[in-house]
T-cell receptor, first 114, second 117 residues
């Protein structure tokens, strides 16, 4: 079974600064996918970024990048140039590459200060 | 496409009553997932379908819970004899999966919030 750990329950970040959200995972599989989702106060889960375990390059999507360190089993999310609208819960998740369910971490709440 | 729709958005019920939630996935998606999320926690997997077949159920899904996807389109999640511990947000998600590789990006609905008094 996979386990996802997010050790930061909450973080403050100044507007326009970058923030790194930590995520470690525990799996014995070689093939898996890593995901980050954003959940604003309205409640919907919004997909941000994906990294496959065999991808050699770190994934990037606009202001989001995933710092993938396979040997350390970490998949940290970096949000650059934070905006007030980035205030939300952020969840790291993983799945086996066979298209299975996602297993989520406990989340990190980010509050962007003006 | 209007995304994943869930109904009702909010449900308040008394302990012991039965409740049913409906999920309409994105039409071309072949997979449908149910998750439960309690306040301040990450979503917990309950069950998922590929087309009409229920492929996996979590141990969290007690015998009071049942899910169906009769024609491989919409799905229902029924909770019988509700308990206060069932109070949570029930999230539905769908995805399109080809074969055994590639990203399985789930698109979530807005959720159905259940309060059991």
């Amino acid at each position: 079974a996979q386990k996802i750990t997010q050790t930061q329950p909450g973080m403050f970040v100044q507007e326009k600064e970058a923030v790194t959200l930590d995520c470690t995972y525990d799996t014995s599989d070689q093939s898996y996918g890593l995901f980050w989702y954003k959940q604003p106060s309205s409640g919907e889960m919004i997909f941000l970024i994906y990294q496959g375990s065999y991808d050699e390059q770190n994934a990037t999507e606009g202001r989001y990048s995933l710092n993938f360190q396979k040997a350390r089993k970490s998949a940290n999310l970096v949000i650059s140039a934070s905006q007030l609208g980035d205030s939300a819960m952020y969840f790291c998740a993983a799945s086996l590459a066979a298209g299975n369910k996602l297993t989520f971490g406990g989340g990190t709440r980010v509050l962007v200060k003006p | 496409d209007t995304g994943v729709s869930q109904d009702p958005r909010h449900k308040i019920t008394k302990r012991g009553q039965n409740v049913t939630f409906r999920c309409d996935p994105i039409s071309e998606h072949n997979r449908l997932y149910w998750y439960r999320q309690t306040l301040g926690q990450g979503p917990e997997f309950l069950t998922y379908f590929q087309n009409e077949a229920q492929l996996e159920k979590s141990r969290l899904l007690s015998d009071r819970f049942s899910a169906e996807r009769p024609k491989g389109s919409f799905s229902t999640l029924e909770i019988q004899r509700t308990e206060q511990g069932d109070s949570a947000m029930y999230l539905c998600a769908s995805s399109l999966v080809f074969g055994a590789s590639g990203a399985n990006v789930l698109t979530f609905g807005a959720g159905s919030r259940l309060t059991v008094l």
